[in-house]
């Protein structure tokens, strides 16, 4: 009986893992597309549209993402992030 419960216990556990780690990238991406939004308001156009256009994978994963503004209507600006850190390409 004792042997059943580790069984189950273990299983748990790796279910548990596997649904926390699809968890975090999610929570990652959001972070990094508020704090895209963020740099973009800084840069004078204020967000109305946010779209990830080129993604980066490896050691140091980074995200571009366009930023349509509000304040004109062809007006778009480009934001890469790596982390939480973002910086204003165009």
Do not use: K, Q
């Given at each position: 009986m004792r042997r059943i419960y580790g069984q189950a216990r273990r299983a748990f556990v790796a279910v548990f893992?596997?649904?926390l780690g699809f968890q975090v990238p999610a929570a990652r991406a959001a972070e990094?597309?508020?704090e895209a939004k963020s740099t973009a308001?800084?840069?004078g156009c204020k967000p109305n549209k946010v779209e990830a256009v080129q993604r980066?994978?490896?050691n140091?994963?980074?995200l571009v993402y366009k930023i349509t503004c509000q304040n004109g209507k062809?007006?778009?600006v480009?934001?890469?992030c790596q982390g939480?850190?973002?910086v204003l390409i165009r």
């Open positions: 893992l596997m649904v990094a597309e508020a308001l800084e840069a980066f994978v490896g140091s994963p980074d062809d007006l778009a480009y934001v890469r939480r850190t973002c």
